[in-house]
């Protein structure tokens, strides 16, 4: 399935194949999410000089099993993501995906090179997984700092490979949740714009919600 | 404290990675910095551990790092400094004096006691791993515009071949290919077109086989073998048969195309149709000729030859016609004898038989020619056949056109040419001959009407001249015997013994001698003016002058009859005539009045009014009949009126006096009626002097101008002589002043070109000199200067001159 597709297809299903979230824990999932990222634009910001604008539109769950079927396809095209693997009490994987063309332009603008890169030598790679690492730590230390418990992780990783590919070859259980984040990247100065997808692997939906409700309760 | 060495020992593992390691603490103190780091900053550890990391490295002061950071310490998860975006996070110079190229991770560790978390830095030396990809990406730029300058070079040589491919298919030229052996490999449709074999047809076959006509393949193959030899374009016409078995004429651009090691692989030809071309060209080559030997005819008719040689010459030019397969024999025969015989006037190439069975005139009915004459149509015989009555044994076998000479009204004579024996009957041929035919009709035509008026010319010109030593003569011999009873009467009129009546007798006889001298001389002037011998000598003059004395010739007159005779003509009114002849115009207008005046009548000559250029010459005489008027000025019907006094006349003085005024490009008008007198007027042109001032100074000549403009004169000037001459082509001075001294043409050789131009031969010149000697001017003398005059410009001097020429 292809980036718009699958984006489309997300936004279509919030409803569809959702695990029950009450409108509170889903307002404060967003909010959990949104702190996170605010951070990550923050700090985006600085590192990039110019104005980054991450705004989170919709943040949905879903079971990894019913959401490799809702983006199952023949024709799913490969994105770049990165990626970092944490373990505690909360466990998964953070992933980021970039769609088709927009890894490239984004490092083009923030190195000054040329637009239209052929290739995404390990120069790059670092540069996109540098931007990401920012994306995901937001989200990922958000939650972590809400869980109030020390979560491991390992050093965020490139990959070029279709979503369902990544989520299969990580051995998950097709019981766990995926968090399926959109959020929407513009910079004016650098003229890049277009949407990403956060997902946020969890084994339990136990924990996940714990976290949900204590953050609910702290406010 | 302890604790922190035993950590610090800990870490001392991390002197043996490869790669920079430092680790600080939440509060941004070194806690380590490995061996690697030390060897790459020069910042040994004991100068940085256990203080703030900003103190070496400032920029981690900054927020950009310390927020990023701050996550570390409360756990969170690793960060990554890019080697793009933090190049040198630890500077690390390296021998060659650049600075390391670092990708930097940070994680967090634990304490010891797991309280604390610290951020382990890892800097791994990207250097060269970050060149060589540098390296590679400008490679693969490099290769990809190569690859994309051969992608374009390649689609453009892909277009140029689909255009070369569909010029090939659409051109009207036959485009062929042919192996070595003269065999086709290609054929574009241009080429099925002119010769009409389908490529598949053609293709594998020897042109010999399908092109070339049986006749031409051995000259064919040699060519085509120069042309494999020679390695060289050719360009030629050949004659090609179609595949319907016509024949063309084909213009063939032959190109041998050779390989990188020289040889010849293959012929390429673009050949295109000219067979209409070459009709066409041949046709309008034809048309051409034959205008020419038209025009060549015409102009033959404008010579001053003779007609026989007319004629010769007319012969000679139809047999040479290029186009036309005559042989070099033929003749040309006129209709004599009003109309009944042919008279040969003109042969070339006739063997003395047939000349001597020819020249006799020949009636109409004998031979072709005859036919010709009688039918008034072109005979053709492609053999000697019955139709010739003229034949002998000699004869050679031959074929005849003859074509009959004939204008509107009549048939002049007749061609006879002669062609080869089976020479085919050509419409084209005979169509022109006959257009010659007609043209030399025309000119045969014209010079018999030139014959008849010059012989007719020269009957009017003896006449004339009969006539004029007649005059001559005639004149001569009444003059002299009147002159002697002229001079008698005299005698008897001085002798006294003469009575009154007697004189009254004398007086009357010596009365008609003058009017017989008058009437002579009068006869004799009208015969020079009208036969053109007498001609006018223009100068500038001064009218009053010359009116004064014709009215001194009739003073006496005037003053016997009671007339009074006067001139009113200002003294400087000029004119620009013959003196002689404007005396004798004033001579008989001034005689005219007196002869129709009365006692106390008046002639007065005048300007009229509004006028420069017209005299009036009046009377208060007795007037001119209207019945009269409109023959007063001609020679006819001429009978004189008797005067006043009962005078008598030739009646030929008006129309003489009127022929001198046209001869003055002027006229003669009268205006009269019955008792109210009469009024001559004499229409002068109007015509101002013109100067030329030759002289390169501009300032002389402006002086000169400066001196005459007050003579009321035109003036042309030039610079040179060169320019002087040019000047006198476009209008005639009637004086000129030039100087002695010139660049270029002198003065003495601008003279001398003057006096032999025959429009200036008698132009006055006035040479303009510093030095008036005689030395000096005696070369202008020489040539025909009329003055000299220095170059102070006297005012009396230079009027005088300039008067004395032109008044």
Redesign the interface.
Known sequence: MNWRKLSKKLWLRTTDNQMELNDNRADALKEIINIGVGRAA??LN??LSSHIVLHVPSVNIYRESEFLESIKSDDSEKLSTVH?H?QGNLAGIALMAFPPGMAANL?AA??EDDFDL??F????I??L??IG??I??GV??SF??LLEQ??Y????QYREDCIDNMLLSAGNDPDDLIVVMQAHFSTEELSIEGDIMVLFEVTSFDSLFSIVDNFIDSI | MQGKDSEVKLFSAFDYVPFGVFIIDSAFTVLFWNRCLEEWTGVARSEIENNHIGDHYPHFNKKIYANRIEGIFEFGPPLIFSSQLHRHLIPSPMENGNLRIQQTTVTSIPSLDNKEAYALFAIHDVTDETRRIMDYRKMRDRAITEVEERKKAEDALKKSEEKFSLHVQQTPLGVIRWNTDFVVTAWNPAAEKIFGYADKEAIGKDARQIIIPLSKSKEAGKVWSELIENKESTLRRSENVTKDGRTILCEWHNTPLIDNSGKVIAVASFVQNVTDQVEAEELIKRNHLEEEILNYLLSLSLEDISYNELLDRCLDEILSIPFIPLKSSGAIFVVEKEGEILRMISHRGLGARLLELCKEDLPFDQCLCGRAIADEETVFTDCNNDRHNIRYEEIKPHAHYCIPIKSKKEVLGVINLYLDEGAKRDENDIEFLETIAATLAGILERRKIEEALRQAKEVAEEANRLKDKFVSLVSHDLKNPIYRIAGYLDLIEASQQISDQGKDMIEEGKIACNDMTSLINEILNMNRIRGGIMHPNYSFVHADKIAQQAIRNYAILAREKGITLKSSLPSDFRLYGDKRLILEVFRNLISNGVKFCNRGDSIDIYIPQGESSVIAVSDTGIGIEKSRMEALFKYDEKSSTRGTSDEGGSGLGLPLSHDIMISHYGDLTVSSSPANGTTFYMNFPHIKPSIMIVDDDESMRDLLKGRLEKMDVSFIEAGNGEEAIQCLERALPHLIFIDTHMPGMSGLELLERLRNIPDTEKTPVIVVSVDKSMEAMDGFTQLGADDFIEKTFDKDELSSIVSRFIC
């Open positions: 923050s700090t600085e590192l970092l944490f490092v923030v190195t052929i290739d030598d390990s120069v790059r670092a540069t997984c540098e690492n920012i995901l730590n990922t230390g972590a700092n020390r979560l992780y390992s050093l965020p």
